[in-house]
């Protein structure tokens, strides 16, 4: 059912109570609830004399910091759409977003900021650097509060892009019904309490690190410990005061492999929380080994938030992603041998693409199941593993890629015929990205003439760590490349 109210305003109610506590930690720098709204307000000023109005998009590419944590709150509050992009997006990819998104508002880097007037136009554009740097933040200084405006449960609270198969991203449009929904059960299913700190080392342009760790911290009005990125050295530093840990599990490859890394460090920790890949039973073991602690590991995407995971007191399973949240219903599509595509309904689900109802058309069923992509089984308790994905996507340290893009750049070089990116095992990523190539004949390229032809089209954590040359792609008789042929033949090669 939706909500008269959007989700600002629950935060905003929580954040009152909680006064003086502190909200985000990072560095010597505090910043406590009581602050939220009167920065989120003057921020909102900014952004309505820059002529941002309730509905118009806020496209945003910045390094993480707790200024665009504020940034993303005020957007809330003033019902414009926020949409983050990853940092690693480079020209071409940041024009197809501001093309598609049309936003009102770009905020950057600092460093990037000849490179959004080029692509904004007549737009504005602000900058914001990690360190409150650019140009944004002189101006919230000086701002005025700004009325928050009335939003509903139903009005879009941002949209996130996903990579898309055919190699366009599409944009997931999530209400602010959606996110309240998801934030309301995980509260409750992870058993948050005033008590928890959270260590937040994600980022936040995508749903992992901006609504699933930050929304449950405001939700239970707790502290995060915000560090700009991943590290294990700062990990092990923090961790003696946290209660609560999300990763992807290259983290948690990354924290077993430092020797430093103990039980005695997890003393105070209530709960390591895993996702966005599949966490490995190896990793699983090992962890409890070193620690005692029984990794959590849950499953969902950007179009629903979160959609299952392991019990909080029950028995978590290693390999599976557990049991679907209270409120989202699931079934398997075209059951082959207990398999099959796990299909979603609930009010988590995000309404649809934006400006791609055709495309929205077709990955949701008749009778309004969402179509995840992902293959799964079931077991007879209702317990869910997620076995591959339909659509090839690979997952390299947590992050998406989708081959069709990078094939269609590689295909485009000057000399080659044809290729097929495939995602192959890989200690530290999880996979790598592996291209394999086939020329035309008319040039003798190498492996690095290839990878420095699309290297300045593509964000670094989808350029493919191997290319490979050979004469021919294995096809099947209906002419397919099958894939799962290329995945056995290169299955070992980021192997030691
Ligand atoms: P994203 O939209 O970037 O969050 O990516 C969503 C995709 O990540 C899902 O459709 C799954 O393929 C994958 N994924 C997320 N969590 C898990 C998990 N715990 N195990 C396996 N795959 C996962």
């Known amino acids: 059912m939706s909500d008269m109210q959007g989700l600002y305003h629950h935060i905003h109610e929580r954040a009152r109570c909680a006064g003086d506590k502190t909200f985000i930690e990072a560095g010597s720098v505090k910043h406590p609830y009581s602050t939220i709204d009167l920065t989120c307000a003057k921020i909102q000023d900014v952004m309505t004399n820059a002529s941002v109005k309730k509905g118009s998009r806020v496209l945003v590419q910045v390094e993480k910091s707790p200024e665009a944590v504020f940034l993303y709150l005020a957007c809330l509050r003033m019902g ?16 197809y977003f ?24 007549q737009k504005t554009v602000f900058t914001l650097g990690n360190d409150s740097s650019g140009t944004l933040w002189p101006k919230v200084s000086i701002a005025e509060k ?101 990763g992807v599990p290259t983290h948690y490859v990354r924290l077993l492999a430092d020797d430093h890394f103990d039980n005695e460090l997890c003393k105070n920790m209530r709960l390591f929380l895993c996702g966005s890949a599949p966490l490995l039973c190896e990793t699983f073991l090992q962890f409890e080994e070193r620690t005692g602690h029984k990794i959590l590991e849950r499953y969902g995407m950007t179009e629903a938030g979160m959609i299952t995971s392991n019990p909080y007191d029950g028995d978590r399973v290693a390999g599976t992603v557990g049991f679907p949240l209270p409120g989202v219903d699931v079934r398997l599509g075209n059951e082959v041998d207990g398999k099959g595509v796990l299909e979603i309904k609930g009010s988590n689900v995000f309404s649809g693409y934006w400006r791609m109802p055709e495309k929205t058309a077709e990955e949701f069923t008749e009778d309004g199941y969402f179509i995840t992509g992902d293959v799964s089984t079931m077991d007879d308790k209702g317990r869910i593993s997620i076995v591959g994905r339909a659509k090839d996507l690979i997952i390299t340290g947590g992050l998406n890629v989708y081959p069709k893009e990078i094939e269609s750049l590689i295909d485009d070089v000057n000399g080659v015929d044809e290729s097929a990116v495939i995602g192959v095992s890989h200690a530290d990523f999880g996979e790598g990205v592996t291209a394999i190539v086939v020329l035309d004949g008319s040039k003798d390229l190498s492996s690095e003439d290839i990878a420095d032809a699309i290297k300045d089209k593509l964000a670094s954590f989808k350029r493919p760590k191997k290319i490979f040359v050979v004469d021919a792609l294995p096809r099947n008789t209906m002419g397919k490349v099958q894939k799962n042929e290329l995945r056995n033949v290169y299955a070992d090669i980021y192997k030691n």
Not at 98 to 121: K, N
């Open 98 to 121: 501001f093309d598609t998104a049309e936003p009102d508002l770009c905020v950057c880097d600092p460093a990037a900021e000849e490179q959004f007037i080029r692509i904004a136009g």
């Open 146 to 246: 700004a009325d928050a405006e009335q939003i509903a449960g139903s009005d879009i609270a941002a949209i996130l892009f996903t990579s898309g198969t055919t190699g366009r991203s599409k944009g997931a449009m999530l209400s602010n019904d959606n996110l309240r929904a998801n934030v309301e059960v995980l509260s409750d299913l992870w058993h948050w309490s005033e008590d928890d700190v959270l260590l937040h080392t994600l980022p936040i342009f995508h749903v992992h690190g901006l609504f699933v760790a930050l929304h449950c911290a405001l939700w239970t009005t707790n502290t995060v410990i915000f560090h700009d990125k991943f590290s294990p050295d700062q990990v092990i530093a923090d961790l003696p005061r946290s209660t609560v840990l999300m």
């Open 80 to 95: 414009a759409i926020f949409v983050p992009l990853n940092t690693g997006y480079t020209e071409s990819e940041v024009q």
